[in-house]
């Protein structure tokens, strides 16, 4: 994701990997940042398939991740795995 000056703001991968988000990092990004991970995602499904999303993430962005659709099911060591089927 860019701003208006083409600045890189974050990005994310389809990968079987954590990655560690900084904690300077605002809700209201991760707000932004999620919506657009999930709409390219929808638009990935067509050629690649999938039926579900799953994050791993800290205590703090449980809430966050629920709010947009995200199931918790599980929690191993200190990150929480949570899912979201995708229709």
Do not use: W
Not at 35 to 46: G, H, L, N, S, T
Not at 77 to 83: A, C, D, K, R, Y
């Amino acid at each position: 994701m860019t701003n208006e000056n083409d600045d890189i703001l974050g990005y994310f991968s389809l990968a079987l990997s954590v990655v560690d988000i900084p904690p300077r990092i605002s809700k209201a990004m991760m707000r932004d940042f999620i919506d657009f991970a999930i709409e390219y995602v929808m638009a990935a499904k067509q050629y690649v398939g999938g039926r579900f999303l799953l994050i791993d993430c800290v205590d703090d962005l449980v809430d966050l991740y629920e709010r947009h659709d995200f199931i918790k099911i599980n929690k191993t060591g200190e990150l929480n795995q949570l899912i979201m089927f995708l229709e």
